[in-house]
């Protein structure tokens, strides 16, 4: 192929799917009249193949908006109806991933999760993101206010007391339900302070044998034992770890808002910092599958002529990822000292896009009288969905499957790689049963 010269996809491709990156600098990219011209064409072709019924409640709040209009056609309903699809949408990427004939080369290049991130990204411009989505997608505002110590101890509080989320559900919009997460004042970073990688890194063709922890707000403010048990785990497995010496939110919270340049502003404080970290020959990982995905796949495709995002991305793992890549080269110790029995093993959607296979699962295999039961269906908790009172009842209904499932399984544990999928289908369980992440199982097995 000549130099400039533009492959044409063709219709009926058999070539592997090509994610492309989202032009949201384009001239027309913020321009409604544009996208409403655009998602009027993904829908028709949607409404025609509907093999995405069921992942999420997007595709069913659209075709049976068209299925219920007189001409039984996208021209049968009306605008609105696309922005309840557009608000619908959790960006998990699985039907581009998963199920979707119609994703790139193929001719009608459709990449629906981009259509409804350029959707957001319209709303959010026009000023229609309301006060409680941007608050709760500031993650790093609200972990540093909430992990102050007395502040810690009252805010976790007011989230179990039932009259404060009766008020919250009527005034903020909060279901008084949904279980918001813990805070900590004693956050991983400040548990992990002054932890410095002291042993010698051994390499391996796949990866470098030291590691940057980047702890994430989520697994720093609210469950840091999480990384407490990664960092043992890997000192375990004699592979060197330290923390960024500084970072914010990795962007996940204000992409699935839409709010772009609020991703970018968080793009330009990290990535400087963890780009420092790898050209002095580090690799990167993070407790929560999001964070990873984000750095993995979601930057690169907003920002793909960034090289310091393209190194970035290139040396961030997920955590047992890594740890697979080193049993491969014989580098990973398999000294266990405990069983764990069955394992109800829950993978998240934003570990599944990630491509990298089961490697949670191959891990926890090799634990000796060790059983472990995969479920890849969407827990229903989805970034905020599950927490806001409008889609809270519709996220409890996306995960029910997943929580029968597990409920019948006769478990010793359950587990999800991602903490928060984990706490949702606990909540479907009840009381009774609590998740336990896959890397504290790990832990256990170590008799660390």
């Known amino acids: 192929m000549d130099e400039g010269e533009k492959q044409v996809p063709r219709e009926g491709s058999t070539e592997a799917p090509e994610r492309r990156p989202l032009d949201w600098r384009g001239a027309d990219f913020y321009d409604e009249q544009s996208l409403t011209k655009e998602m009027e064409r993904v829908f ?5 193949c509907r093999r995405c019924f069921n992942l999420c409640n997007a595709f069913p709040t659209l075709f049976d908006a068209i299925d219920e209009s007189d001409s039984g056609e996208i021209d049968g309903i009306g605008r609105p109806v696309y ?57 790093d505002a609200i972990g540093k206010l909430a992990a102050i110590p007395v502040v810690a101890e009252t805010v976790n509080w007011a989230n179990r007391n039932r009259a404060i989320r009766s ?11 949904a279980p918001l997460p813990p805070y900590a004042s004693r956050t991983l970073r400040r548990r992990l302070k002054g932890a410095a990688a002291v042993a010698e890194a051994v ?50 919270p204000k992409l699935e808002l839409g709010d772009l340049p609020a991703v970018e502003k968080l793009k330009d404080a990290n990535i400087p910092e963890l780009a420092r970290w790898v050209a002095e020959g580090w690799d990167l990982t993070a407790p929560v599958p999001s964070c990873v995905l984000m750095f993995k796949k979601e930057l690169p495709l907003l920002f793909p002529d960034d090289e310091q995002v393209a190194a970035v991305a290139a040396a961030m793992y997920d955590p047992f990822e890594y740890l697979m890549l080193r049993h491969r080269d014989g580098k990973l110790k398999v000294d266990f000292k405990r069983p764990l029995g069955k394992i109800a093993y829950h993978v998240p959607c934003h570990l599944r896009v990630q491509n990298i296979g089961l490697k949670t699962r191959d891990l926890l295999a090799l634990v000796p009288d060790t059983e472990i039961e995969v479920t890849e269906r969407c827990s229903g908790h989805d970034g905020t969905y599950a927490v806001k009172r409008e889609f809270h009842e519709t996220a409890v209904k996306i995960g029910r499957p997943v929580v029968s499932r597990i409920a019948q399984s006769q478990c010793d544990h359950f587990a999800s790689d991602c903490p928060m999928a984990g706490n949702h289908i606990g909540y479907g369980l009840g009381e009774q049963r609590k998740p336990e992440h896959p890397m504290s199982l790990l832990r256990l097995a170590y008799g660390l």
């Not at 998990?92 to 629906?112: E, G, M, N, R, W």
């Not at 391996?204 to 403010?221: D, H, K, M, Q």
Request: aromatic residues 8%; contains cysteine; proline residues 7%.
């Open 44 to 48: 028709e072709i949607c409404h025609g």
């Open 167 to 177: 008020v919250m559900e009527r005034t903020v919009g909060i279901h008084r339900a």
């Open 203 to 252: 390499p391996t063709p796949a990866t470098r044998g030291r590691v940057v922890l980047f702890s994430t707000c989520y697994g720093n403010f609210n469950e840091p034992h999480i990384g407490e048990d990664l960092a043992a785990v890997y000192a375990h497995n004699e592979i060197p770890m330290t923390l960024t010496g500084r970072e914010r939110c990795c962007g996940m």
């Open 83 to 139: 922005w309840k699809v557009v608000d619908h949408c959790y960006l998990c990427d699985l039907c581009f991933q998963t199920k979707c004939p119609y994703v790139p080369p193929h001719a009608f290049d459709v990449d629906f999760p981009h259509l409804m991130l350029r959707a957001k990204a319209v709303k959010g411009k026009a000023g229609r993101h309301s006060i409680r989505d941007r608050t709760l997608t500031a993650t």
